[in-house]
């Protein structure tokens, strides 16, 4: 049951000239190459003899490069406002991360029906999912056979069987011939990939149609075609179009086992190379993605050897080392009584010293008290008089004689009450007033407030 609380899973953080990358293989698999038609705007020829422009029309433009190597076999010299027809492949300049059309080949407009027919196929088996990466196959390390698919008289024959004897001698190449150029290449193509399906299906295919290269003859050879490589040098458009064929590129669709396609130089794209497992620039390139070298395996081979030895001997130091200790632990017991013995006297040793070390710290802290006590109870002393020397001036300067001496008076009535106010008073009251040195007895004769 699908849990709504369960945390979605994080997006993935691009780096930037990753970003570019992945676009630009995207537009790598999806469009290339691609036929566009346009008006020239900013024409200019670099000192290098690269040429950049833009072809735009009423809705958009695009930037494109063209390299020397193409430019030299123009056949007229461009001009803003013309109208062309420019055939390349798609990509991203990643330092500016900008969309551009790398261009193989300019024409005016009105030419490539060849190329218009290519692109209109394209199309229509990307549609059906022909073309899909999830398709595609990855290639066998190690295959037990090869199946080749060239023509007998094509120097890519030699080119890539060249390379294969070089770097797997060991391993055996099944030649299915066929034409690779002309009205009948396409029939032949498909009749020599069925023979190779058959190979990989069941080890046994139509002889008479089949050649053994690298030593191996029929009967003696006991692998399966694992991988097929279907090649071709390079030509123009005209020369490769048997390569475009629809019946060819379904039967490559049904292949069982993965199929290299190397057709052309770098820059030739077939409908078979966007159908196949993988495409090489060159047929020598496909050899070689094929064949990986012997001595390559035979270095790795030699790497675990030694990866292997290396791990045993630890292994092995390991468990003596192990051996030896737990030999000593059973062989001499006593020794680990010493040991604990001798920790013992060491322990007493240490505590013996902390009881001695913190009783001569207690008898200096008594000394340093009895020290002390002398200074502090003569401190505390003079202390206690300061004090009282400061209460009795306070207490001094209280005394009412002192204010008396300076002319004041004090009244009290009958019973000795002070007298502060003139309502306390009656007409012929009998009052007393102090003075510093006596007292006077009084008679109120009159009151005035």
Sequence with gaps: MFDSTRAMPAPRIWQVG?????????LQARFNPVLVAGELSGFSRAASGHCYFSLKDASGQLRCAMFKRAATELDFSPRDGELVELSGRLGVYEPRGDLQLIVERMRRAGLGNLFEQFL???LKLEAEGLFDAARKRALP??????GLVTSLGAAALHDVVTTLQRRVPHIAVVLAPASVQG?????????ALLSLYQLAQTGQGLQANLSYKNGRQAGLWGGRVEVILLVRG???MEDLWAFNDEQLARTLAQSPV?????????TDFTIADFVADLRAPTPTAAAELVAQSRDVWLAALDGLQRRLQEALYRQLDRGSQRLDLLAGRLGRPSARLSAQGLRLARAAQALQLATDHALQQQFGQLDRLAQQLPLALARGQQLRRQRLEQAALRLGLLDPHLVLERGYAWLSDERGAALTRCRQLTQGQAIRATLF?????????SLAT
């Design 258 to 266: 993965p199929v290299v396609c190397g057709v052309g130089h770098e």
């Design 18 to 26: 990753e970003l570019c990358r992945a676009v630009a293989d995207a």
């Design 120 to 122: 209109k196929l394209k």
């Design 141 to 146: 390390p190690m295959p037990g056979a090869i």
């Design 183 to 191: 009205g009948k290449a396409p029939a032949e193509l498909i009749q």
């Design 437 to 445: 040195d006596g007292t006077v007895d009084l008679t109120v004769a």
């Design 234 to 236: 390079g030509g123009a």
